[in-house]
């Protein structure tokens, strides 16, 4: 099995849209309020254009998808969203191998950040689990919706980075994409 690993282009759109929106069914059923839930192809193809989204393919069809992008408000940290595996690869790793990816080649190697920061759902039953397990702490929470909270937490990468390295880094993704 072939496994590549690259920044998402706007002709992959309609893929990932698929891809996200069987994803996120449970997100769906549980009332969540994820933007990524109800996103669009305009919704896809914008997020694809302005921010950096990478995708996992096996054997040519994408498998996984997880984006990154600056969230100065709440940390200056490089900050990782819409992360969703297609539901036909679900429970072989695909999505540990992207986000391991990620974490390690374009947050600390690349963008040499010290951590690395996410958000899901109080009330998802196995996410906040999940992520813990990965070695995300929270630190911080916000209202999402009217019964549950966005719950951010962050994750200290090996290899300690200086401060100065951390700005430069927030500085790279304020600038856009990220290679």
């Known amino acids: 099995m072939t496994e590549v690993y690259r920044l998402a282009e706007p002709g992959d759109s309609a893929e990932l849209l698929a891809l996200i929106l069987g994803a996120y069914q449970t997100i769906r059923d549980l009332n969540i309020a994820f933007t990524a839930a109800q996103a ?14 990478y995708v996992l393919e096996l054997d040519g069809e994408i498998a996984a998808t997880i984006s990154l992008k600056s969230l100065e408000e709440v940390t200056p940290h490089p900050f990782l969203y819409w992360f969703a595996v297609d539901p036909k690869h679900k429970g072989r790793g695909v999505g540990s191998r992207l986000l391991d990816h990620v974490e390690d080649a374009v947050v600390r190697q690349g963008l ?12 998802h ?9 990965r070695g995300y702490r929270p630190f911080y929470e916000r209202d999402l919706g009217t019964d549950d ?6 994750k200290e990468l090996p290899g300690k980075m200086e401060q100065a390295d951390d700005e430069a880094a927030a500085a790279l993704l304020q600038e856009g994409r990220t290679a």
Do not use: G
Not at 45 to 50: A, F, Y
Not at 125 to 133: A, H, I, Q, S, V
Not at 149 to 154: E, N, Q, R, T
């Open 149 to 154: 909270k966005l719950v951010f937490m962050s």
């Open 112 to 123: 040499q950040a010290s951590a690395v920061t996410l958000a899901t759902s109080r009330k």
């Open 40 to 53: 669009d192809l305009d919704l896809v193809r914008s997020n694809i254009v302005n921010h950096s989204c």
């Open 125 to 133: 039953p196995w996410l906040l689990p999940m992520y813990e397990r």
